[in-house]
């Protein structure tokens, strides 16, 4: 956590869909955004379904049928919408390839990632591997070989799969949710005062951002130094 830096808290769960576009959105937003460099993301953990068990049971259709209580074409139809609006923001959805298991071990391996700074890319990776690759995100070889792709080493994986510190973290992490009203992901906070819900347009970023970044900074003012002038040289080979 670095304390110069505006934070900008992000709940969201690896197989939610709308999470990735979300992550996207925020993405272009930020990337947009003039003071980008002085905003730290901070990602955490939540879980749409805690019950699914660590091994597939049915396709991920057929899940969402009994979930949702939908008949199987509406479900269709919200797939291939969700498809499209993944498409969009440039990603590619393969619903018929997702393999429906518990995320927990998932968050723990991301909880690790965090302590090395790479929060970010173990999220990305993660949704790449569910959503477009159809891994399976439980599978201990799996999060292996995961976790090295974004850096981490086999002592890395092993520590956060069998260390309950890890576990914890992630718990924590679902119960900061609660206590603050998270009710569904994804869901940003920014400053600990403004909080954007779902996957809103870059737009409904940016003006948060805007909004949350300016109230921050009368908070934290940069310095304001009397220089007196001397000699010097500048970074230009200037000397004078």
Same mark, same amino acid.
């Given at each position: 956590?670095?304390?110069?830096?505006?934070?900008?808290?992000?709940?969201?769960?690896?197989?939610?869909?709308?999470?990735?576009?979300?992550?996207?959105?925020?993405?272009?937003?930020?990337?947009?955004?003039?003071?980008?460099?002085?905003?730290?993301?901070?990602?955490?953990?939540?879980?749409?379904?805690?019950?699914?068990?660590?091994?597939?049971?049915?396709?991920?259709?057929?899940?969402?049928?009994?979930?949702?209580?939908?008949?199987?074409?509406?479900?269709?139809?919200?797939?291939?919408?969700?498809?499209?609006?993944?498409?969009?923001?440039?990603?590619?959805?393969?619903?018929?390839?997702?393999?429906?298991?518990?995320?927990?071990?998932?968050?723990?391996?991301?909880?690790?990632?965090?302590?090395?700074?790479?929060?970010? =890319?173990?999220?990305?990776?993660?949704?790449?591997?569910? $959503? *477009?690759?159809? @891994? +399976?995100? /439980?599978?201990?070889?799996?999060?292996?070989?995961?976790?090295?792709?974004?850096?981490?080493?086999?002592?890395?994986?092993?520590?956060?799969?069998?260390?309950?510190?890890?576990?914890?973290?992630?718990?924590?992490?679902?119960?900061?949710?609660?206590?603050?009203?998270?009710?569904?992901?994804?869901?940003?906070?920014?400053?600990?005062?403004? =909080?954007?819900?779902?996957?809103?347009?870059?737009?409904? $970023? *940016?003006?948060? @951002? +805007?909004? /949350?970044?300016?109230?921050?900074?009368?908070?934290?003012?940069?310095?304001?130094?009397?220089?007196?002038?001397?000699?010097?040289?500048?970074?230009?080979?200037?000397?004078?």
């Amino acid at each position: 956590m670095n304390t110069n830096k505006m934070q900008v808290e992000i709940w969201s769960d690896v197989m939610c869909p709308f999470c990735y576009i979300g992550k996207r959105h925020f993405e272009t937003a930020l990337e947009q955004f003039a003071n980008n460099r002085e905003v730290e993301i901070i990602w955490k953990s939540f879980q749409l379904d805690p019950a699914l068990p660590e091994k597939e049971e049915i396709d991920h259709e057929q899940y969402l049928v009994e979930r949702k209580g939908l008949p199987k074409d509406q479900v269709k139809s919200l797939l291939d919408h969700v498809t499209q609006s993944a498409r969009q923001a440039g990603l590619d959805y393969r619903f018929d390839k997702v393999i429906t298991v518990n995320s927990f071990n998932a968050h723990r391996v991301i909880q690790m990632a965090k302590t090395k700074g790479w929060g970010d =890319a173990a999220e990305e990776r993660f949704f790449k591997a569910y $959503f *477009t690759e159809g @891994l +399976d995100i /439980a599978d201990r070889p799996t999060l292996t070989r995961l976790g090295k792709e974004i850096g981490l080493t086999e002592e890395d994986i092993n520590e956060a799969l069998t260390n309950e510190a890890y576990a914890g973290k992630v718990n924590r992490d679902l119960y900061e949710a609660q206590q603050i009203g998270v009710r569904g992901v994804p869901f940003f906070v920014f400053n600990r005062k403004y =909080a954007v819900s779902g996957a809103q347009p870059p737009e409904a $970023f *940016t003006q948060t @951002l +805007d909004k /949350a970044f300016a109230e921050w900074r009368q908070e934290h003012p940069l310095p304001s130094l009397e220089i007196t002038e001397g000699p010097s040289c500048t970074p230009d080979g200037h000397c004078s």
